[in-house]
């Protein structure tokens, strides 16, 4: 069964920090992995999709990277801004699986002025 | 640019109501889903649908009803809503073109 963790739970950053956020998963016969934002009380915004014969993704200040031999992904934000707050989650999709994601618990990254 | 549409939004139920949660997308997307969000248990899968006429179970699926008549509108009925079942719903229509999923605002159930 494939088992999707983030660590931390949260951290909290000065703000111009660059920082990373890490997401490992059980099995690597993946599809694709989805990093995603969530601020509170809202719904999720997708970020950066890397297909499985990707190594890395980028968007503006971030870059998602995967290794899938080893079951890890990490998303980098550079220059952290306090606007940046929010809670961030990864999905793995399995090849098959349709749109059925497997969703970390999330990291909540505080970015203070 | 709608994108994935719930509504409502915020709603109270008693136990043992019924009510249903409103999801449609205007993506033209065949795959929908509707997942649940617990603190401390992250977002857990509920239904799928494939496809108008075609759902599955997901790894929560016992109290809700679900069906989908047509590709824009993928309803989650509850039947006899419980306390277990206060959370926050999120709708889900999946791109096969971009391998993204997209997600609605959410609503927020509780029930007392």
């Known amino acids: 069964k494939q088992e999707v963790t983030q660590i931390p739970a949260a951290l909290s950053v000065p703000e111009g920090e660059n920082l990373v956020l890490n997401c490992s998963f059980t099995d690597s016969a993946i599809y694709n992995l989805q990093w995603f934002r969530q601020d509170p009380g809202k719904g999720l915004t997708s970020l950066l999709l890397i297909q499985s014969s990707q190594r890395e993704q980028t968007s503006g200040r971030l870059n998602a990277s995967l290794d899938k ?3 890890r992904s990490t998303l980098y934000i550079a220059a952290s801004q306090p606007g ?10 399995r090849r098959g699986s349709q749109g059925n994601l497997i969703f970390g618990k999330g990291t909540k990254l505080s970015v203070k002025p | 640019n709608a994108g994935v549409t719930q509504t409502p ?16 997308q205007d ?3 065949e795959y929908m889903s509707w997942y649940r969000q617990d603190p401390g248990m992250g977002l857990r899968l509920i239904h799928y649908s494939v496809g108008a006429g075609i759902t599955d179970q997901g790894e929560v699926p016992n109290g809700y009803n ?6 824009e509108d993928f309803p989650l009925r509850l039947l006899s809503a419980a306390p277990s079942q206060t959370s926050v ?3 889900a229509s999946y791109g096969v073109v971009t391998g993204e999923l997209f997600f609605g605002e959410g609503s927020r159930l509780t029930v007392l």
């Open chain 1, 69 to 71: 031999s080893s079951g």
């Open chain 1, 84 to 93: 940046d707050s929010a809670t961030y989650l990864c999905a793995v999709k």
């Open chain 2, 9 to 24: 939004k915020f709603q109270v139920l008693k136990t043992g109501q019924s009510m249903t949660l409103q999801c449609a």
């Open chain 2, 27 to 29: 993506m033209n997307h």
């Open chain 2, 66 to 71: 679900v069906s989908r008549s047509t590709t």
């Open chain 2, 89 to 91: 719903y999120f709708c």
